[in-house]
């Protein structure tokens, strides 16, 4: 292995921790952005679909530019770009562009991150790293859900008007778009860590023209047609594909069930974020990559948790009821990541097996997202859009599992 360096891995994990920090923040300040400019409620969704959707377009050339360049240098031109996309929100284009904008930065980053891990650890410590990078993605999602919501505090606002930076806070005159300057200074500290990322020497084989779709279809293709990387792709797909629209859920939960306003629903998402974490890092300590398919049953008991949030009208039920969604969640998908990436690695290369996973689980985004959006449109209730959730979430994760048991099973041995 030619690239063992804790210091590099952790440099990793810090980058990408304040990258997704500030997504989440800025998903927030987006969202107060809309309801200041007076947009319907059911516009807040596509924010996510114009976010998400950038991964479903960009899939093949975010997955050669992965495997052409350091990827740390990926990274910091993804960071730059997500800047970029806070600087039009502060313009007078529409906030769902800037917020798309922000979306094709994310897009570029994600092959690079993972891609890396697969690079610097052998396949026997790929449970572990991922558990570390999902551990510190799911806890980026718990702080930048809180922070968001303090940062469209009028307090906020005011505490930055006080600094004596005129020229840079004359376009700053409500609580979203200070909220957003904070966040664009998130984005710039995470493009300096990316610069100290060092190379770990992996080249891969370039591609050009009109080739580069062919050979991507062809690829997602392979790993869907794989046993073993059709039923982790097909989970991961599944789940974050859910916890895209939990997230919306939540929040309009949280204001119609339990009264709360948007600053402080936010931290019921950050609730559901804390018991990612605890889920991942027991995955990461307590499953070995060859056990990696034994989580399955979980992502049923996930379903049934979700539907059961229709039954609580107390805030002292909903933050232990979303605690154990969150850890099943990522009880579940942090041993299905591992096996995604090891397969991936043996049919592919790192950054365009990572492409691949992201254009899967976009499109799940971008569908379930758009089945939340048209549900709000003709005013379906919460309740109602809770309990068809948790039902497609359980009925999904059966049919999977019953695929699982087809496959003649073939041994991983991770090296």
């Given amino acids: ?248 859920i939540v929040l309009k939960w949280a204001g119609s069930a339990l009264g709360l306003p948007l600053g402080k629903a936010a931290i019921l998402q950050g609730v559901v974020a804390v018991g990612v974490v605890c889920g991942a890092m027991a995955a990461a300590k307590l499953v070995t990559l060859q056990q990696s398919f034994r989580v399955l049953p979980v992502g049923i008991g996930l379903g049934v948790l979700v539907a059961l949030m229709t039954l609580v009208t107390h805030l002292w039920l909903a933050v232990p009821l979303l605690f154990a969604v969150g850890a099943l969640g990522g009880y579940f998908v942090v041993p299905m990541n591992a096996i995604l990436q090891y397969r991936g690695q043996m049919l592919m290369s790192a950054g365009q097996s990572i492409a691949v996973q992201n254009f899967s689980e976009n499109i799940a985004v971008l569908a379930m997202l758009g089945m939340y959006a048209l549900l709000m449109r003709v005013e379906v209730s919460v309740n109602a859009v809770i309990m068809l959730f948790g039902a497609m979430l359980s009925g999904t994760m059966l049919i999977l599992m019953r695929q699982q048991r087809r496959y003649p099973r073939r041994a991983i041995n991770p090296r």
């Avoid at 996510?48 to 990274?75: E, Q």
């Avoid at 997500?82 to 994310?106: E, R, W």
């Avoid at 039923?231 to 916890?243: D, E, K, N, R």
Wanted: charged share 10%.
């Fill in 1 to 248: 292995m030619r690239f063992s360096s804790r210091h590099g891995f952790s440099i990793v994990v810090l980058a990408q921790f304040f990258s997704s920090l500030a997504d989440n923040a800025l998903l927030i300040a987006a969202i107060a952005l809309l309801a200041e400019l007076k947009y319907a409620s059911w516009t807040t969704p596509l924010l996510k679909v114009g976010f998400n959707g950038a991964y479903v377009l960009l899939a093949v050339a975010a997955g050669v530019l992965a495997d052409s360049l350091p990827k740390g240098r990926v990274m910091l031109g993804s960071n730059l770009i997500k800047i970029a996309g806070c600087l039009l929100l502060f313009s007078d284009i529409q906030p769902l562009l800037g917020y798309a904008l922000v979306g094709v930065g994310a897009a570029f980053f994600s092959p690079a991150k993972f891609g890396i891990l697969s690079e610097m650890m052998p396949p026997a410590k790929l449970v572990r790293a991922n558990g570390w990078m999902e551990g510190s993605t799911v806890f980026s999602i718990i702080a930048g859900t809180v922070l968001g919501g303090l940062l469209i505090s009028p307090r906020t606002l005011s505490t930055i008007m006080d600094i004596d930076l005129p020229s840079l806070l004359r376009e700053v005159d409500t609580p979203a778009e200070a909220a957003i300057l904070v966040v664009s200074a998130m984005y710039v500290f995470a493009a300096l860590l990316c610069l100290m990322i060092p190379g770990t020497g992996a080249r891969y084989p370039g591609r050009a023209g009109t080739g580069l779709t062919r050979h991507f279809l062809a690829q997602c293709r392979c790993l869907w047609h794989d046993p073993q990387g059709r039923i982790s792709l097909g989970v991961t797909t599944l789940f974050w594909g859910a916890a895209a629209t939990l997230q919306f």
